[in-house]
Antibody, heavy 121, light 108 residues
């Protein structure tokens, strides 16, 4: 069964950089898209962007374009979400999720458990 | 930017039918998807492509879409269905995903 295992919780100070990860198991990682979804405390889900690890084609929500970088290393079936300079407003839970037009009509069908990022001085 | 609009909350008694709506200008051309998120957990897809149910999702969950509105229906809602529900879809390009603001379903 495919699983997405995310890296652990992070506590950072404003201005610091951060890269969190999402490792897929199973052999479908390079044939699927991996999305990143933000959920601020007590708030709803926000799609940040998605990447196709097979060729690293990445697409971003206009709200997050230029604010984060989504990347992937298909050789180790891992996707990443990166910040150069964190802000307090980046404090949130970050989920990765798999989707593919070939499976459940491109629904986000497998989700990671989430990585909590806290940015505070 | 493209938006999907949901009611903030819906409340029903156990056994009643709960309906959650989602409106968006691109819904006549694009599919709607529905996710259930219980407190402290990752979301789970309950409906895809407007009306299809993934394996393992109870039959009381159904979906429909007409014009600019999609609807998630829970027939005979149960206490364990209490959760936040989110609709999702893409804009007309098909490349950019968006979630609705979420609807808190209360069953009591």
């Amino acid at each position: 069964e495919v699983q997405l295992v995310q890296s652990g919780a992070e506590v950072k100070e404003p201005g610091e950089s951060l890269k969190i990860s999402c490792k897929g198991s199973g052999d479908s990682f390079t044939n699927d898209w991996i999305a990143w979804v933000r959920q601020m405390p007590g708030k709803g889900l926000e799609w940040m962007g998605t990447i196709f690890p097979g060729d690293s084609d990445a697409r971003y929500s206009p709200s997050f374009q230029g604010q984060v970088t989504i990347s992937a290393d298909k050789s180790i079936t891992t996707a990443y979400l990166q910040w150069i300079s964190l802000k307090a407003s980046d404090t949130a839970m970050y989920f990765c999720a798999r989707h593919s037009p070939l499976r459940y009509g491109d629904a986000f069908d497998i989700w990671g458990h989430g990585t909590m990022v806290t940015v505070s001085s | 930017s493209y938006e999907l609009t949901q009611p903030p909350s819906v409340s029903v008694s156990p056994g009643q039918t709960a309906r959650i709506t989602c409106s968006g200008d691109a819904l006549p051309q694009k599919y709607a998807y529905w996710y259930r998120q219980k407190s402290g957990q990752a979301p789970v897809v309950v409906i895809y492509e407007d009306s299809k149910r993934p394996s393992g999702i109870p039959e009381r969950f159904s979906g429909s879409s007409s014009g600019t509105m999609a609807t998630l229906t829970i027939s005979g809602a149960q206490v364990e269905d209490e959760a936040d529900y989110y609709c999702s879809s893409t804009d007309t390009s098909g490349y950019l995903w968006v979630f609705g603001g979420g609807t808190k379903l209360t069953v009591l």
